[in-house]
C-alpha cells in the first residue's frame, strides 16, 4: 500500500493512539486541587445547612466533570458517545428526584388522612 508523504496508514495511526499535550494533564490536576482545597474550606469554615450542602456537591460535580471529560477523554469523543454514556444516568437521577418529591408528598398525604381521626 502507497502513501504519500507525510501521511501513515490507517492501522498505524490507530495504533499509535491519541496523543494530547501533558500542559492539558497538568492544568486539570492543578484546577483538581484548588475545587479540592475550596471543599476542604467548607468544613474548615463551618459553612451550616444548605449553603454547605450546596457548595460540596457543587465542587464535587465539578471535579467528576473534569475527571470525565479529560482523563476518561469524553472531551474529544463524539458527540453520539457522549449522549450514550451521559445522558443514562442524568435520566436516572431526575427519576430519582422525582421519586423522592413524590415520597414525600406520599408520607405527608398518609399522615394527613390517617391522623385525622385520631383528633
Known amino acids: 500500500m502507497e502513501h504519500t508523504k507525510g501521511q501513515q496508514p490507517a492501522a498505524a495511526a490507530h ?16 484546577l483538581l486541587f484548588v475545587l479540592s482545597a475550596a471543599s476542604y474550606m467548607v468544613d474548615y469554615l463551618h459553612f451550616q445547612g444548605y449553603l454547605r450542602w450546596f457548595l460540596i456537591i457543587v465542587f464535587m460535580l465539578l471535579k467528576a466533570g473534569l475527571i470525565v471529560a479529560v482523563f476518561m477523554h469524553m ?15 442524568l435520566l ?13 408528598y406520599t408520607f405527608f398525604t398518609r399522615g394527613v388522612f390517617f391522623l385525622k381521626g385520631l383528633f
Open 15 to 30: 495504533a499509535q493512539g491519541q496523543q494530547h499535550p501533558i500542559g492539558v494533564y497538568l492544568k486539570i490536576w492543578g
Open 75 to 89: 472531551m474529544w469523543e463524539r458527540l453520539a458517545f457522549i449522549y450514550a454514556i451521559l445522558v443514562p444516568p
Open 92 to 104: 436516572l437521577m431526575l427519576l430519582l428526584g422525582i421519586g423522592a418529591l413524590e415520597a414525600d
